[in-house]
T-cell receptor, first 111, second 112 residues
Framework: RKEVEQDPGPFNVPEGATVAFNCTYS??????FFWYRQDCRKEPKLLMS???SGNEDGRFTAQLNRASQYISLLIRDSKLSDSATYLC????????????FGQGTELSVKP | DTAVSQTPKYLVTQMGNDKSIKCEQN?????MYWYKQDSKKFLKIMFS???????INETVPNRFSPKSPDKAHLNLHINSLELGDSAVYFC???????????FGSGTRLTVV
């Protein structure tokens, strides 16, 4: 089983749609959680950290359920510029800051 | 000012050659990493250095040798390149653990 698993993509949605990505992680010792965004042929960029209480940044909402080892990202009012691959990432702090990446979910927002 | 810079951006080379990729960060971070992203887009850690000391060494062929002359630099030297080494190599840095990374723009290595 992969350490971090994400919804298979691609997700094709119209502008203005709400889209949700799900992710599960296998190691209960994981302590930090993130969503990264990667545009085609570019480097991954930190989108947001994910906290137990849930957190929001504009149109983006991230949730963490430690009991279920589940992380989610909700994007409201999708824009064309949201088209990218979204990577679910966990960190086991006792391993020198090593980030474990999911395989990514591709989002394509159409006009 | 680029925070994490890698050179070269593209590298095309023949099997059996030796090549190096350089990475520098100007963020004052204490930890630097090398990740490999293969054709299936999976990002996997190769090495991590904290203040010039190796702290993570994943199962990577010993043809790959990282070198950190100071905490702002982490270079990657690859001997006897093979076709399977073709990938995008990303350098990254962070301040401490439990935090997100800043990535360089990647080096696209093609071995022919």
């Amino acid at each position: 089983r992969k350490e971090v698993e994400q919804d298979p993509g691609p997700f094709n949605v119209p502008e203005g749609a709400t889209v949700a990505f799900n992710c599960t992680y296998s190691n209960s010792a994981s302590q930090s959680f993130f969503w990264y965004r990667q545009d085609c042929r570019k480097e991954p960029k930190l989108l947001m950290s994910v906290y137990s209480s849930g957190n929001e940044d504009g149109r983006f909402t991230a949730q963490l359920n430690r009991a279920s080892q589940y992380i989610s990202l909700l994007i409201r009012d999708s824009k064309l510029s949201d088209s990218a691959t979204y990577l679910c990432v966990v960190n086991k702090n006792n391993q020198g800051g090593k980030l474990i990446f999911g395989q990514g979910t591709e989002l394509s927002v159409k006009p | 000012d680029t925070a994490v810079s890698q050179t070269p951006k593209y590298l095309v080379t023949q099997m059996g050659n030796d090549k190096s990729i350089k990475c520098e960060q100007n963020l004052g971070h204490d930890t630097m990493y090398w990740y490999k992203q293969d054709s299936k887009k999976f990002l996997k850690i190769m090495f991590s250095y904290n203040n010039k000391e190796l702290i993570i060494n994943e199962t990577v062929p010993n043809r790959f040798s990282p070198k950190s002359p100071d905490k702002a630099h982490l270079n990657l030297h690859i001997n006897s390149l093979e076709l399977g080494d073709s990938a995008v190599y990303f350098c990254a840095s962070s301040q401490g653990t439990g935090v997100g990374y800043t990535f360089g723009s990647g080096t696209r290595l093609t071995v022919v």
